[in-house]
């Protein structure tokens, strides 16, 4: 089972990225996926779940900003982030649970190595 993610990087307030995180080694059309980030000396902060159906939730201090999505023919799923902001920096992870998302760390079952995003000012 492995879960990767690409897409990071260094952006100014105001720019984009868009993460990628693939699947392999399970049933990847089964879970949801849920987007994460975590600053040193802190938990981890859900900011998005996509669901097998597709439906995507997003954590509403990043609403309008965030998007997530997923294409079952690649593994894969995405999130982009538009207008970023400095508190926007993170490492970011994806996670994978079985059938139900959830914001809790403990509904997922694998997890990725993360991507970090740093935006300046």
């Known amino acids: 089972v492995e879960l990767v993610e690409s897409g990071g990087g260094s952006v100014q307030a105001g720019g984009s990225l868009r993460l990628s995180c693939r699947a392999s080694?399970?049933?990847?059309?089964?879970?949801?996926f849920g987007w994460f980030r975590q600053v040193p000396g802190k938990g981890r902060e859900g900011v998005a779940t996509?669901?097998?159906?597709?439906?995507?939730t997003i954590e509403d201090s990043v609403k309008g900003r965030f998007t997530a999505s997923r294409d079952n023919r690649q593994n894969s799923v995405y999130l982009e982030m538009n207008n970023l902001e400095p508190e926007d920096t993170a490492m970011y992870y994806c996670?994978?649970?079985?059938?139900?998302?959830?914001?809790?760390?403990?509904?997922?079952?694998?997890w990725g190595q993360g991507t970090q995003v740093t935006v300046s000012t």
């Open positions: 996670a994978a649970a079985l059938f139900e998302c959830s914001w809790s760390e403990a509904t997922y079952n694998f």
């Open positions: 080694g399970f049933v990847y059309n089964r879970y949801c």
């Open positions: 996509i669901a097998p159906s597709y439906k995507a």
